[in-house]
């Protein structure tokens, strides 16, 4: 399976937000310091992370990022869903470049697609950030 540079990227620079003190904002240049994550791809991943609803910007010289929900409302799906266009085109598609390999619409192995990318969409959405920290802690704390 693969997670996109994206999905990672954001689920990294969300756990650092949001182990970061919830009052003060944190710069995306702290951020991307803490996390050794490219400023300028994360700035744009942070729109669309704030597009979503799931962070907020706060402007000025303090300015910086703050989480937007509770962590054990926003889940992997969710932030799948803000950063990545593309979470399951299928060779199907109509704007697929290799819908000319197509056996036929729909076919057993569209069907199957279908199941495999319901069952991960809710495995996904039962993934809560609340989580991800506890396991990034956790396994931080085994290692110290």
């Keep these: 399976m ?13 756990a650092e937000l949001a182990m970061h003190d919830s009052k003060n904002p944190i710069s ?3 951020i991307c310091a803490k996390q050794n994550l ?3 791809y994360m700035e744009q991943l942070f729109r669309k992370l704030k597009k979503a609803g799931l962070i907020k910007s706060i402007h000025g010289a303090k300015g ?10 926003i889940s992997l799906g ?3 869903k803000a950063v990545d ?13 290799h819908r000319e390999f197509c056996i036929g619409k729909p076919c057993g192995f569209h069907t199957l697609w279908n199941e495999i990318e319901e069952h991960l969409h809710e495995y996904f959405d039962s993934i809560k950030l609340d989580e991800i920290l506890k396991k990034i802690i956790k396994k931080q704390y085994l290692e110290i």
């Design 78 to 80: 969710d932030i799948m």
């Design 64 to 73: 910086g990022y703050l989480m937007n929900q509770d962590l054990n409302t």
């Design 38 to 40: 490219p400023q300028k």
């Design 85 to 97: 266009e593309n979470l399951a085109q299928k060779y199907c598609e109509e704007d697929s470049p």
């Design 2 to 14: 693969h997670i996109s540079t994206k999905t990672e990227y954001a689920v990294r620079g969300l």
């Design 28 to 30: 995306i240049v702290e």
